[in-house]
């Protein structure tokens, strides 16, 4: 936006965000390895034929974590940014501290990251019989306020922004169907 300022407002606060920024970044970019050590530390705990199920999961946790950043940063943060910096009040100049804005900026990557998640959740979920295909299919009308529920309190009160998170929440909703589908026929060939 044309009338967009960031100040810092507090002694320090360049350096205290420069921390945060550098941490916050440090994990996204160490996520792979972090996950693999803790998939590590709970793997020899797994059954043999649970260990085969849970294969590839660290790449597949760690592509969709990552993938999630990348969409709150280059797809949602443009638009709740503009809107939010284009958001106008007589007599009131815009301007932002500098850790308001990184913290927004968080706001709009991290939890996508971690939502992102939701293909993963579901396949643990059929796995142990928690959640059927069916029953994702029947409660399809109720996911999708769910879904735009949680695209409300990830993004600002933006419609555009709500259903930039939601389309995506869905279509990771719609995976998931199949993916409990898919660990259901595995499961009825395994009991056979």
Same mark, same amino acid.
């Given at each position: 936006?044309?009338?967009?300022? @960031?100040?810092?407002?507090? =002694? *320090?606060?360049?350096? $205290?965000?420069?921390?945060? +920024?550098?941490?916050?970044? #440090?994990?996204? &970019?160490?996520?792979?390895?972090?996950?693999?050590?803790?998939?590590?530390?709970?793997?020899?705990?797994?059954?043999?034929?649970?260990?085969?199920?849970?294969?590839?999961?660290?790449?597949?946790?760690?592509?969709?974590? @990552?993938?999630?950043?990348? =969409? *709150?940063?280059?797809? $949602?943060?443009?638009?709740? +940014?503009?809107?939010?910096? #284009?958001?106008? &009040?007589?007599?009131?100049?815009?301007?932002?501290?500098?850790?308001?804005?990184?913290?927004?900026?968080?706001?709009?990557?991290?939890?996508?990251?971690?939502?992102?998640?939701?293909?993963?959740?579901?396949?643990?979920?059929?796995?142990?019989?928690?959640?059927?295909?069916?029953?994702?299919?029947?409660?399809?009308?109720?996911?999708?306020?769910?879904?735009?529920?949680?695209?409300?309190?990830?993004?600002?009160?933006?419609?555009?922004?709500?259903?930039?998170?939601?389309?995506?929440?869905?279509?990771?909703?719609?995976?998931?169907?199949?993916?409990?589908?898919?660990?259901?026929?595995?499961?009825?060939?395994?009991?056979?």
């Amino acid at each position: 936006p044309t009338n967009f300022k @960031i100040i810092a407002t507090e =002694f *320090g606060e360049r350096f $205290i965000v420069h921390i945060k +920024v550098s941490i916050m970044l #440090g994990f996204v &970019i160490a996520f792979p390895y972090v996950f693999y050590q803790f998939w590590s530390f709970i793997a020899p705990g797994l059954y043999e034929e649970e260990r085969k199920a849970a294969r590839g999961v660290v790449f597949i946790c760690s592509s969709l974590f @990552i993938m999630g950043i990348l =969409f *709150g940063y280059f797809i $949602i943060s443009p638009f709740a +940014v503009n809107f939010l910096a #284009g958001y106008e &009040i007589d007599g009131v100049e815009a301007t932002t501290s500098l850790s308001s804005y990184v913290s927004y900026m968080m706001m709009f990557t991290v939890p996508t990251g971690i939502v992102f998640e939701l293909p993963v959740v579901v396949y643990f979920l059929a796995k142990v019989g928690l959640v059927t295909a069916e029953f994702m299919k029947t409660y399809r009308r109720h996911s999708v306020v769910v879904i735009l529920v949680m695209a409300a309190l990830i993004t600002p009160p933006d419609v555009v922004t709500q259903f930039l998170i939601g389309i995506p929440l869905y279509f990771l909703y719609e995976v998931s169907i199949l993916i409990a589908k898919r660990v259901e026929k595995k499961n009825e060939l395994e009991m056979r």
